[in-house]
């Protein structure tokens, strides 16, 4: 097999195992492409994207009924408008950030800490929520926080986006971790398509599309909605009756790993 498509399928891969369990899909990239040698930033967003594909397709029917057959119900009006509450906040900071000059950083160790502070959060934040009954309600404080850390998570990597929202949520009063976690993953849909977007149109302004090699896009994009749809499928049935606890301790361990081994 060529090495480039080699590399390409492991990012793949990479990207939909762990962009939607809350231990960061763009740290693990950084620190594979350590190895495998960068790839754009565009294939990056691409592949993120890919995932994406595979949250609409796990929610396919709760999409069709939010904006189809049952858009008038009012609790599904107003679970849209709250979605793109979170995605507007999200649009509105992403593009200052863009126009601050933000860019992933090479060196993993901020990519290590982020990932032992995070573990060490996601403790604090199970500990606190336990104790509270379990709600499934998405106010509009919950949607403003999920789109405010979507920022967040884009600007510190190793953070992960599906992590910072999710607990956010639970944090602000979706306590139900199915319910938190749906609310999150669906912001992700716009949120992501937008970005990819955003990256193809900067790349056709300043270097046009001869050099974007199409195929790895295509693959990577491909393998890593399949992989996606498997985990989240398996995710959603796992904190049915799991906390995120284990999640927590992986991100401790791997970062300390990242810290003795690639610092």
């Known amino acids: 097999m060529d090495n480039n498509l080699l590399q390409v399928i492991v990012l793949g891969i990479i990207e939909g195992v762990f962009e939607f369990l809350p231990i960061s899909s763009t740290g693990h990239l950084i620190v594979a492409e350590h190895w495998l040698g960068t790839r754009s930033e565009l294939f990056n967003i691409a592949i ?16 069709v009924d939010i904006l189809l057959t049952r858009f008038g119900v009012a609790s599904n009006r107003d679970y ?6 979170a995605f507007a906040i999200t649009a509105v900071g992403g593009l200052i950030v863009k126009r601050l000059g933000f860019k992933l ?7 290590a800490w982020a990932f032992i502070i995070g573990g060490f959060l996601i403790l604090i934040v199970e500990f606190i929520v336990v104790k ?10 919950v949607a403003a926080w ?6 967040v998570a884009g600007v510190f990597p190793g953070t992960s986006r599906s992590a ?3 607990f956010a949520a639970m944090l ?15 912001v992700g849909i716009p949120t992501m398509f937008a970005a990819t977007g955003y990256e193809l149109l900067q790349t056709m302004k300043s270097d046009g599309l001869n050099g974007v090699d199409w195929q790895s896009l295509a693959i990577g994009f491909v393998v890593s909605t399949v992989v996606a749809f498997a985990v989240v499928k398996w995710l959603l049935k796992f904190i049915q009756t799991h906390r995120f606890t284990i999640f927590a301790w992986y991100r401790i361990v791997f970062g300390t790993l990242i810290l003795v081994v690639l610092k």
């Open 48 to 63: 993120q994207s890919g995932a994406i594909l595979a949250i609409v397709l796990v929610y396919r029917q709760r999409l």
């Open 80 to 85: 849209l408008l709250k979605l793109l509450l």
């Open 105 to 111: 950083p090479e060196d993993v160790t901020p990519i």
């Open 132 to 141: 509270r009954p379990p709600d499934s309600f998405v106010s509009w404080n």
């Open 146 to 151: 999920v789109g405010l850390l979507q920022i």
């Open 164 to 166: 910072a929202t999710i």
């Open 172 to 186: 602000a009063g979706t306590t139900s971790r199915p319910a938190a976690a749906e609310f999150a993953f669906l």
